[in-house]
C-alpha cells in the first residue's frame, strides 16, 4: 500500500513479466469495459463475460492488467496519510522553481511515472494533468516495459468490479488536490488481484488475510473495514505524523528495499512510535522537524539487522540503511538535500512540505461532534461543531457567534450561516443551496488542505470579513458573491460552475 516505486515483489513481476510478452489490457475508466488483447485470460466475470474482442467488463481483469481510472472510482484501502508528505507534493506542484530552472513541473513527471510511461517529455505552455493531450511522455503508450510499468500503483479488484487502491495513497491524493486535479483525472494502474467473485465479506477477510489493507489509525490503534474512507481526497484521511516522518528519513535511517513489503513505512512508523515523540518537537519549524528526522533516522539506522520492527519484519527485510546518512557527515548526503531552506536554488523536501503547510487554515476546536446519520434540522447556536464523514438529512443552519466545519460528509438540505465565526466545508456533497454571510472568521470551501465539495444549489458568499476560500469546486448552479473584504480567493484553482457567475465570483 505504500511500496516502493522501485521494484516490485517477486510475484508481482513474473506476472507483469508474463503480461508484457502476451500484451497488456486495458480497462476503459468511462465505460468500466476492457480491451482484450491477445494473450489475456478470462476473469472472475466468468468464461462467456470475457471471451471476445469487444468491450469486456472490469472484472475480467486479470493481475498485471493495466486499467484506466479516474481518481473519483478509487476506494481507499487505508485511512491515514502522512499529510506532510502530500503537502511536499503539492508545494512542488504549485510552484514555478522546476520552470524556472529550465525543466518541467514535478507533477507532469510524477504523472508519467504513474502512469507507467517513464517521465515528461514535453508540455506545452498552459497544460494539464486532465488534458494528456498537452503534455507528452518519454515511453509512448504501448511501447511499456517491464522497468516502466515497475513504479506503476497498483489495485484490486473487488466485488462488483469496485477498484481498491493497494499502493499510491500519497501520490494520487497529492494529484487530486493539485493545481489542476479533480474526481475526473485520468490515470492508470496495475492490478494485482482480482476477487470481485468474493461476497463482500469474504472479500474484506481475503484483503486482511494477504495484508492488503492498513486497519490502524493515526494512534496504530485498531480500526473496522467500515471505518476506511470511501474515496481519494486529504479531508477523507486522518493525519499521521509519524508516517510523514519516515517519509523524510528515507534514504538517511532506511532505504527502500527490492521487493518491498506492503505498508513499508506505515510499519517503521509503528517502530518509530514507541522510540519518540513527535509531539515533543514544533513540526511547523525547519530546525525542530530537522531534528526530529536526525534522532528518528539514526535509531533507525542503529537496529540490528535481525531486530523485530513491526509485524515479525525485521530492520533487514525493511531496509535499515547500513549507515547512517549513507556514512556521509550531516552537512552531505541525503541529510544535507533535506536541510536545504526554502531560499535555496533546491530547496529541501521539508522546506517545501512547511511552506505549503502554512498555508493550510486550521479548523477550530470542536466542542461538539456529530457521526453518521442525523435525519431533520441542525441549529448550531454556539460553540464549534464538527460534522465528521456523517450523513445529514435536514436544513442546517449556523448562528451568530457560532462555528461550522463540515468534512467529508453530506447534506441533503440547504446550508444557512449569518454572523458565524466560522465556516469549514471540506470534502463534502452539499444538495441545496449554501448561503453563508457576514461571517467574521474565515469561509473554507476548498482550499489548501480542504478538499474541494460538490454543491447543487445556488451557492451565495455575502458581507464575509474573515477571508473566503472558494477552490476547485463542482457547483450545478449559480454562484453570486457581494460585499467579501478580501473578494474570495481560489488559490489558482478554478471552480466548476455549471450556472451564471456574479458579482465578486464572475471569474470564479
Not at 476506511?228 to 486522518?238: A, E, Q, S, Y
Request: with cysteine.
Amino acid at each position: 500500500m505504500n511500496r516502493a516505486s522501485t521494484g516490485l515483489p517477486r510475484r508481482g513481476a513474473r506476472l507483469l513479466a508474463g503480461v508484457l510478452a502476451a500484451g497488456t489490457v486495458v480497462v476503459g475508466a468511462s465505460t468500466g469495459a476492457v480491451a482484450a488483447s491477445p494473450g489475456s485470460a478470462g476473469g472472475a466475470g466468468g468464461a462467456g463475460a470475457c471471451a471476445g474482442s469487444g468491450p469486456l467488463p472490469r472484472a475480467c481483469a486479470q493481475p498485471g492488467d493495466l486499467i484506466d481510472v479516474t481518481l473519483g472510482e478509487l476506494h481507499p484501502t487505508q485511512a491515514v496519510l502522512g499529510f506532510d508528505q502530500v503537502f511536499y507534493k503539492l508545494g512542488r506542484y504549485g510552484g514555478d522553481r522546476d520552470e524556472a530552472a529550465g525543466g518541467f513541473n514535478k507533477r507532469f513527471d510524477d504523472w508519467c511515472e504513474t502512469n507507467g510511461q517513464g517521465e515528461a517529455a514535453s508540455v506545452s505552455p498552459g497544460a494539464r494533468l486532465d488534458d494528456p493531450a498537452s503534455f507528452t511522455c518519454t515511453v509512448p503508450l504501448g511501447q511499456e516495459t517491464e522497468k516502466s510499468v515497475a513504479p506503476m500503483k497498483t489495485a484490486v479488484i473487488g466485488p462488483g468490479g469496485k477498484l481498491y487502491l493497494t499502493d499510491g495513497h500519497h501520490t494520487l491524493t497529492s494529484f487530486l488536490e493539485g493545481p489542476d486535479g479533480s474526481a475526473r483525472l485520468p490515470i492508470r494502474l496495475r492490478v494485482t488481484d482480482n476477487f470481485s467473485s468474493l461476497s463482500t465479506t469474504a472479500f474484506w477477510q481475503r484483503m486482511t488475510a494477504e495484508k492488503k489493507v492498513w486497519l490502524r489509525d493515526e494512534n496504530n490503534k485498531p480500526l473496522a473495514v467500515d471505518q476506511l474512507p470511501d474515496r481519494l481526497g486529504v479531508t477523507n484521511f486522518r493525519d499521521d505524523p509519524y508516517r510523514s516522518l519516515v517519509y523524510f528519513t528515507r534514504d538517511i535511517g532506511y532505504e527502500v528495499p527490492d521487493g518491498a513489503t506492503e505498508f513499508l513505512e506505515f510499519s517503521w512508523g509503528s517502530w518509530l512510535r514507541g522510540e519518540h515523540d513527535t509531539a515533543a518537537y514544533d513540526l511547523t519549524s525547519p530546525g525542530p522537524y530537522l531534528d526530529l528526522v536526525k534522532s528518528a533516522s539514526k535509531s533507525m539506522a542503529a537496529l540490528a539487522p535481525d531486530a523485530v520492527v513491526d509485524d515479525g519484519r525485521t530492520a533487514a527485510q525493511l531496509g535499515r540503511i547500513a549507515e547512517w546518512n549513507g556514512g556521509k557527515k550531516e552537512t552531505g548526503g541525503e541529510f544535507a538535500k533535506l536541510s536545504k531552506p526554502l531560499t535555496d536554488a533546491k530547496p529541501g523536501k521539508l522546506a517545501e512540505a512547511l511552506d505549503y503547510k502554512s498555508r493550510v487554515l486550521r479548523a477550530p476546536a470542536c466542542t461538539t461532534k456529530i457521526t453518521g446519520v442525523r435525519n431533520g434540522p441542525l441549529t448550531v447556536t454556539s460553540g464549534v461543531t464538527c460534522v465528521d464523514r456523517a450523513a445529514l438529512r435536514g436544513p442546517v443552519t449556523v448562528r451568530a457567534g457560532a462555528a461550522l466545519v463540515l468534512t467529508g460528509s453530506t447534506l441533503q438540505g440547504p446550508l444557512q450561516s449569518d454572523r458565524a465565526a466560522a465556516v469549514h466545508v471540506c470534502g463534502s456533497g452539499v444538495t441545496g443551496p449554501l448561503a453563508i454571510s457576514r461571517t467574521t472568521g474565515p469561509v473554507r470551501l476548498g482550499g489548501p488542505g480542504c478538499t474541494a465539495n460538490a454543491v447543487t444549489g445556488a451557492v451565495v458568499l455575502t458581507g464575509n470579513t474573515g477571508g473566503v476560500l472558494l477552490a476547485a469546486n463542482k457547483v450545478t448552479g449559480p454562484v453570486a458573491c457581494s460585499g467579501n473584504l478580501p473578494a474570495p480567493d481560489t488559490t489558482g484553482r478554478a471552480n466548476e460552475v455549471h450556472g451564471p457567475r456574479t458579482g465578486q465570483c464572475a471569474g470564479v
